[in-house]
């Protein structure tokens, strides 16, 4: 092989790999990149396809917001950021005028106080607590906890006057207005105050029946007399049944991880659209509990309120009794049966007049099984006073019926 054919075989191999080169790489690598050049540019051209590409970067409106699952549909699209800081402004600044500081002035007097040299001596001291309430009419009505204005004390070492002093702080103002103490009620843990002022902001109640676990909630009050202060968290449960350990009244409140701290009582615990859900009424304090707080649901409140306005009390279908729960195993053991035992039967009562007797163990109420005071009584509260009430009773071994008719109870 000469040198020209030697040179034509190399040129002919170059042209060779050159347009193997083209045909199996670059060309292919080229459409592709157009390919995808093309798709994107159309996807990116159709907004649904872009959001859920880059994700949304538009904020709406709170108020058309559907962080809020109030009305029981369910959001099932993701939040940004900004929306939920948007939706915690929109509540604050929608609740914010409606909440007030109360503090509350006491006298306090030992009973039983020992000098060192042993003479007896009775001290009395001033003491001051601090609560928050909710402004419920423009007109200066404000709702808050019955502990928070309630002086009464059980302790045999000192005793607590009424209250000498109630004030009330507004949102944005530093004075302070007296008030007055319209009526309260133990067994709910509610009061209501007026204040002589007008032009108020009222809150808005939202339907606490409809509230969900997982939906935004904002607690607001007045924390350690800090002044008014938000926080937030979500609804953690709902319908969660909790004793008080003072009253050993039972409560059925919506639970949050919103810090409620000493001060938040009365408060309001509210909704992303700023409206109130609940009362902040209780918290879990203890070694390794964190955000564990309660408040009374709004709905099982408004008769309440209505009736501390109208009446200064609350007028409660009244049997007359006074009971002790027997289980499976205490009514085994005394040979009686599972139910309430009736300890005692108060004189010209609806339980008297029916023929109720100590000893008697009350085992049904209109038809329903019961096996505590806490049934027997949720039984009762949904008559009114003068409805007539069906009890079936086991008396010495045996069961009878009595219909009773509800009389009147005072809440204090």
Do not use: W
Not at 240 to 267: L, M, Y
Not at 340 to 362: N, P, R, T, W
């Amino acid at each position: 092989m000469n040198e020209n054919e030697f040179k034509n075989v190399i040129n002919t191999s170059k042209s060779y790999h050159s347009t193997s080169f083209g045909k199996s790489i670059a060309i292919p690598f080229i459409s592709g990149v157009l390919g995808c050049s093309l798709v994107l540019g159309t996807c990116f051209g159709v907004s649904g396809i872009r959001e859920r590409i880059l994700g949304s970067t538009e904020t709406s409106s709170p108020t058309q917001s559907n962080t809020s699952t109030s009305s029981g549909v369910v959001n099932t699209d993701l939040v940004s950021l900004s929306n939920y800081s948007d939706t915690a402004i929109y509540a604050a600044s929608k609740i914010l005028p409606s909440i007030v500081g109360i503090s509350v002035t006491y006298n306090v007097t030992s009973s039983s106080y020992y000098s060192m040299f042993g003479n007896g001596q009775t001290l009395t001291s001033e003491a001051s607590a601090s609560g928050s309430g909710i402004i419920i009419s423009e007109d200066g009505y404000i709702v808050t906890n019955n502990h928070v204005v309630d002086s009464s004390s059980e302790s045999t070492y000192y005793d607590i006057s009424e209250a000498t002093s109630l004030k009330v702080t507004l949102y944005g103002d530093e004075t302070q207005y007296d008030a007055t103490i319209v009526g309260k009620d133990s067994q709910t843990d509610l009061a209501v105050l007026k204040i002589d002022k007008t032009g108020l902001t009222a809150a808005e109640f939202a339907d606490s029946d409809t509230v969900q676990v997982g939906e935004f909630a904002m607690a607001v009050g007045n924390p350690l007399d800090l002044g008014t202060t938000i926080t937030c968290g979500v609804v953690s449960a709902v319908n969660r049944k909790v004793q008080d350990s003072e009253s050993a009244t039972t409560f059925s409140c919506i639970q949050t991880d919103a810090a409620i701290n000493s001060g938040n009582s009365g408060g309001a615990l509210v909704n992303s659209q700023g409206q109130v859900i609940g009362i902040n009424t209780l918290k879990v304090s203890s070694t390794g509990v964190e955000g564990i707080g309660f408040a009374i649901p709004i709905n099982s409140t408004t008769d309440i309120i209505d009736q501390l306005i109208t009446y200064n009390t609350v007028k409660r279908p009244y049997i007359g009794i006074s009971g002790r729960d027997l289980n499976a195993e205490t009514a085994d053991r005394y040979n009686l049966v599972e139910g309430v035992y009736v300890v005692s039967v108060e004189e010209y009562s609806a339980a008297e007049k029916a023929g109720l007797k100590v000893g008697d163990v009350i085992i049904g109420a209109d038809g329903q099984s019961i096996t505590t005071m806490d049934q027997l009584n949720e039984i009762k509260n949904s008559h009114s006073i003068g409805d007539t009430m069906t009890l079936k009773i086991n008396r010495d071994g045996q069961e009878r019926d009595l219909t009773l008719t509800l009389g009147e109870q005072n809440s204090n």
